[in-house]
Nanobody, 125 residues
């Protein structure tokens, strides 16, 4: 079993920055990769960014490329999402997810076996 705990959400003005953290515990040695997803009110949960533990390969949605950066600290079993130049449309609950197996498409929710409880990000205009 893997437990994921997100932190770092909050209220920020447009153009501002936030850094989300996701601390993983439990059987993380079985985790292949980590992902960030978000869900705005009335919308489906969508892929934001992902990273693999071993190679550090990263993937990001087009909507956040150039603004969000995903990174990891293997020693701390923690993944980060640095969010810069935030826009009101980035407002959502952000979820961290862990995949226990290899995946080809990191943007697919079905590839992830464990999810955090989510952290709210609100960007005011």
């Amino acid at each position: 079993q893997v437990q994921l705990v997100e932190s770092g959400g909050g209220l920020v003005q447009a153009g501002g920055s936030l850094r989300l953290s996701c601390a993983a515990s439990g059987r993380t040695f079985n985790s292949y990769g980590m992902g960030w997803f978000r869900q705005a009110p009335g919308k489906e949960r969508e892929f934001v960014s992902a990273i693999t533990w071993s190679r550090g390969s990263t993937y990001s949605a087009d909507s956040v490329k150039g603004r969000f950066t995903i990174s990891k600290d293997n020693a701390k079993n923690t993944v980060y999402l640095q969010m810069n130049s935030l826009k009101p449309e980035d407002t959502a609950v952000y979820y961290c997810a862990a995949s226990s197996g290899y995946y080809i498409y990191p943007n697919l929710r079905d590839n992830y076996d464990y999810w955090g409880q989510g952290t709210q990000v609100t960007v005011s205009s």
